[in-house]
């Protein structure tokens, strides 16, 4: 099983690329996550990753008086999520924001502590399957990658600037590629690299065809790093995590889906913290993993985890452990 850790992020990436109609926003784990939120009629919620708005509109359906804010710093995916939204528009709030600056956003929107906040940290299909955002190996388009497209520094700039040293650490420590020093000597080579199939190309002429027997595309832990560096993924799940107990009200709940180790590993990290310091409880001891029956309707779910939290303020039933 350990040998599986990332080979569920190489088949979101190709299959995401070919899934770009509004039947592709399909959100993960929807029953679990309303499990975890015990979303109330009258509560406050936080979709801190809004994208799509799939998660939102669950919660949303369930709300009476209660309010959701939704943000996300993808301006394409807060349009598709005010679309599919539309119909909750009075319990609905949208702000364009990073989830980093969770509580400074919160406070702008002017809502009460939270009773719940999600977090899904995975890939949007919108973003996959546009090739013009740069994200999939499977479609040819711009070195890109940022979920952000204000953001300051994109794949191309670190591909063709970085130092061969840096780029190989880069890859090896997102990535998690064990090739990474011949990818890099290979990419600084090949120098200037401007389309995402010229980068597969590189990394696979790099790369040993033994590699072949981890079941993955060969780029897919370069595209990975990359894109984890572009976007600053793990330091803003990081500044999220050190800010949203601040959002959350008494025996308010914090629910978090990973798509990959790196993120798991400090989202449990934090959550474990937290569980010591008396300033959470955890309403499961081990990640939730989707069902045989949604990996099969919905790939993208083979690779999730779920972890949730309650602040404390009143007696709750915590998990069994399983």
């Known amino acids: 099983m350990r040998r599986r850790r990332n080979r569920p992020e190489a088949r979101e990436q190709t299959e995401g690329a070919?899934?770009?109609?509004?039947?592709?926003?399909?959100?993960?784990?929807?029953?679990?996550?309303?499990?975890?939120?015990?979303?109330?009629?009258?509560g406050i919620y936080v979709d801190a990753t809004v994208g799509a708005g799939g998660h939102s509109a669950e919660i949303a359906q369930r709300l009476g008086s209660g309010r959701l804010l939704g943000i996300d710093r993808d301006p394409q995916a807060l349009q598709v999520a005010g679309e599919h939204l539309a119909p909750f528009r009075e319990k609905l709030i949208l702000m364009r924001g990073n989830f980093a600056e969770i509580d400074a956003l919160h406070a702008a929107s002017g809502l009460p502590p939270a009773d719940g906040v999600v977090a899904d940290l995975g890939m949007s299909s919108l973003q996959l399957g546009d090739r013009e955002r740069g994200f999939s190996f499977s479609a040819s388009g711009?070195?890109?990658?940022?979920?952000?497209?204000?953001?300051?520094?994109?794949?191309?700039e670190i591909v063709n600037r970085s130092r061969e040293s840096e780029l190989a650490d880069l890859i090896q420590r997102w990535g998690q590629e064990r090739h990474s020093r011949r990818i890099a000597r290979a990419i600084v080579k090949a120098r200037p690299i401007r389309t995402t199939t010229e980068l597969v190309q590189v990394v696979m002429r790099a790369i040993p065809s033994r590699t072949g027997l981890h079941q993955i595309h060969p780029a897919t832990r370069t595209f990975m790093a990359l894109r984890i560096a572009v976007n600053r993924e793990l330091e803003n799940l990081e500044m999220f995590l050190s800010r949203v107990l601040r959002v959350l009200a008494p025996t308010g709940r914090l629910v978090i889906l990973s798509f990959h180790s790196l993120e798991d590993r400090l989202v449990k990290r934090t959550f474990r913290a937290w569980e010591r310091e008396g300033r959470a409880i955890l309403l499961r001891?081990?990640?939730?993993?989707?069902?045989?029956?949604?990996?099969?309707?919905?790939?993208?779910?083979?690779?999730?985890?779920?972890?949730?939290?309650?602040?404390?303020?009143?007696?709750?039933?915590?998990?069994?452990?399983?």
């Open 18 to 42: 070919d899934r770009h109609s509004a039947s592709a926003h399909r959100p993960v784990m929807v029953r679990e996550v309303m499990e975890f939120l015990n979303v109330r009629p009258e």
């Open 285 to 322: 001891r081990k990640a939730v993993r989707p069902s045989e029956d949604e990996i099969r309707q919905n790939p993208r779910a083979r690779s999730a985890r779920l972890r949730a939290v309650e602040k404390p303020g009143a007696e709750v039933k915590a998990g069994d452990g399983s």
């Open 142 to 156: 711009p070195l890109d990658m940022r979920m952000d497209p204000a953001g300051p520094v994109t794949a191309e």
